[in-house]
């Protein structure tokens, strides 16, 4: 980026539209059945972090690094089992926030691209791998 291109974090008005992006994203997150069970209970310090690592990746402040050191994405996700339909659900949340929010041209394609390509990398399991995160009680003995 030269000097005198603008951010993608400032095209879009900040802070305050990266928090209501996440705030999108977060409520599809919650509300789907499929990725809510690999998520922990609490959603709040996730969605703080997560937010503060897009403000930065796009060009605004660096308080993620300051305050959580290194991204390193891949190993940060490696606790979970993400599979090609996790990145799926993940990202059509994504792009489904970006357009509640607001988020126009030629920032809305900047970040679309980079959450396609970078959902991807996030992969760590192939669709045949048993799901742990998604185990069930197995049915009640009924023979007690
Ligand atoms: C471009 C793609 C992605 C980006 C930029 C991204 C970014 C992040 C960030 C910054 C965090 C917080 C890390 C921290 O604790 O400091 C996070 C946590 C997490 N991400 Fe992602 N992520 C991506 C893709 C995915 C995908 C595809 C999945 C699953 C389908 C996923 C599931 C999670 C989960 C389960 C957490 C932990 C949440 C928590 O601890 O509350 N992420 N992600």
Request: charged share 30%.
């Amino acid at each position: 980026m030269t000097e005198t291109e603008q951010s993608v974090y400032e095209m879009i008005g900040g802070t305050e539209t990266f928090r209501r992006l996440v705030d999108a994203f977060y409520k599809r997150v919650e509300a789907d059945e499929y990725l809510r069970p690999m998520f922990p209970e609490d959603l709040e310090p996730g969605k703080y972090w997560q937010m503060l690592f897009l403000i930065q990746f796009f060009g605004g402040p660096t308080q993620y690094i300051e305050d959580r050191g290194h991204p390193r994405l891949r190993m940060r996700h490696a606790p979970f089992v993400i599979d090609q339909k996790g990145r799926d659900h993940w990202f059509t949340h994504m792009c489904e926030a970006i357009d509640e929010v607001g988020i126009q041209e030629p920032a809305r394609t900047t970040m679309r691209d980079y959450f396609e390509r970078g959902s991807s990398f996030m992969i760590n399991a192939d669709q045949n791998t048993p799901n742990l995160m998604h185990w069930q009680k197995p049915p009640k003995d009924q023979s007690t």
